[in-house]
């Protein structure tokens, strides 16, 4: 029936009749000067203030860890969206592959993707692996809808040997790929690449964030 604001827009005859009409019955609009109303208007402004806060602090610890990442991994630029695939065997004729996406400082779930395979042969991770990279490649190439975004980095859940596998596909193309090394407790504990490997465990939060991403994908 109220609606307690702290500061009056010039529409707010105009606004109460709208919402007067779509509740059937009269809505106010009115600003807060004092008692209840004005500490409650007083709280929300220090709730936003909070949550802005912690938005901007989010935002600060994402580009550092970012930088961190690119300066660990050799990149020229900040990288901003990571995808990362792995296939998953349940015998010859259940093998599916996973596509997981981390953009902007968190993980972007609507562009995630499976790849089913036609051919249920005896279980080869590095030739699965080869053809979902060639089909997501190939469906970046015509900007099919839900493929149409370039990643700044693709990481495989495997090693060298996965990288090795596909590393034919990103000639020519401005991608950086690289493998995912496990520990005995399979925790990722290096970033392999064609140079080496980069051991991750020395900073706590990039281990902390390909933890995330593998038990993600």
Known sequence: KEIVVSDLPQSAELLS???SGEKGSTVKIFKAQKGENLKLIEMCKRNAAEKLSEKKANGVRTNKLMLQI?????????PTRFEMYDVSNFG???IVGGMIVWENGRFKRSDYKKFKFDEALAPDDYRY???MLERRLARLDIQSEGFEKKPDIIFLDGGLGHLNAVLPLFK???IK???LVKDRKHRTRGI???DGEVDIRTNPAVFKLFTL???EV
């Open 17 to 19: 009749k709208w919402l």
């Open 70 to 78: 690119a300066q660990m991994l050799g990149l020229d630029e900040t």
């Open 92 to 94: 010859a004729d259940s």
């Open 129 to 131: 692996t080869f053809e």
């Open 172 to 174: 020519d193309r401005n």
């Open 177 to 179: 790929v690289f493998g």
């Open 192 to 194: 392999a690449s064609v």
């Open 213 to 215: 991403l593998q038990d």
